[in-house]
Structure formats: structure tokens, C-alpha cells
């Protein structure tokens, strides 16, 4: 899962297989260390729930996005736009395709 965040929004970046492992296992999750120490960690999660609206919070350096599961499914059918959803604070939230480019990623592999 790629992460990019952009002033009042955070997109997340799913390929297939990461959409796919989602909708199975309810849960994506990924991380970068920060700093030096262990603790110096930025992480963040996608988890799916069985009830309607998001819930976000940020725990001790985890951001957690609880998005509906039939949302996500609804999404996942549609092949398309992304799914957006903007928190009560203005922060906007985007879940997004990573769709392969052609040529330039498949060049890039036999870079060393």
C-alpha cells in the first residue's frame, strides 16, 4: 500500500492484490520508521466493519481508518472512482486503485 499525503488529504493506494487481501482479510496495514529508535514509527491502517460510516483516530502514532465493509465491497464492484470520504475536522480521506503504468514500471525491474 502506497501512502501520499497532501495537505488536508491522505490518499491510500491499494494494487489489486492489496484490494483483493483487504476484502478477505478485513485489515491492510503498512508503516515507515521516522527516526532512529524503534518507537519512531508513522503507521496506518485500513480496517473494514460491519456497520455504516467511517470511524478515524490516530493511535500513539497509528493512523486507523475503519471504512464499511459493504462500502468497500460497493467500490471494489465498481472498478472506479475512488472512494473518498471527508472527517468531521476537513481531512479527506481517499482510497485509490494503483493501477500499473505500461512500460515505464516494467523497464524500471531490470534496473539495478
Known sequence: MKVRLSDATVRFR?????IADWLAKG???GGVRVGPREAD????QLDLVHRDGWQVRSDDGRLVVE?????AQAWDASGGMP???TTAWGTCLRIERDLARRGSR????DRP
Open 41 to 44: 514509527q508513522w503507521s496506518y
Open 27 to 29: 485489515s491492510c496495514a
Open 67 to 71: 471504512v464499511p465493509m459493504a462500502l
Open 14 to 18: 491499494l494494487s489489486p492484490a492489496e
Open 83 to 85: 472512494l473518498d470520504h
Open 106 to 109: 516494467d523497464r524500471d525491474k
